[in-house]
């Protein structure tokens, strides 16, 4: 599975953002989907994921009420909704797809990741 992410840019503080991720390669919707954030001198981090059918989301406390994630098999693309953004928000945002329909916190469970995407937001 390839994985392209886009979407990232500079928002201000309370703005809003959205984030794709385009899938090629297997079957796309046999696979769980996250995203993942690393913001410099800090580990990656758990952002939010999505089973393959779409039913279960998981979200970090951090971003919880804030982000949305949705995806479209048919398409096969992922998103991320990102509602009132704060500069703690402020990251690399990488999206990972892993075989099954489980939605691990932990960045090692992932099977592929995609190249990220620069988040900033301004204070």
């Known amino acids: 599975v390839q994985l392209q992410a886009s979407g990232g840019g500079l928002v201000q503080t309370g703005g809003s953002l959205g984030l794709s991720c385009a899938a090629s390669g297997r079957t796309f919707g046999r696979y769980a989907m996250g995203w993942f954030r690393q913001a410099p001198g800090k580990e990656r981090e758990f952002v939010t994921g999505i089973n393959w059918f779409g039913g279960v989301t998981k979200y970090a406390d951090s971003v919880k009420g804030r982000f949305t994630i949705s995806r479209d098999n048919a398409k096969n693309t992922v998103y991320v909704q990102m509602n009132s953004l704060k500069p703690e928000d402020t990251a690399v945002y990488y999206c990972?797809?892993?075989?099954?329909?489980?939605?691990?916190?932990?960045?090692?469970?992932?099977?592929?990741w995609g190249k990220g995407t620069l988040v900033i937001v301004s204070s």
């Open positions: 990972a797809a892993d075989p099954g329909d489980s939605i691990d916190y932990r960045s090692r469970s992932w099977s592929y």
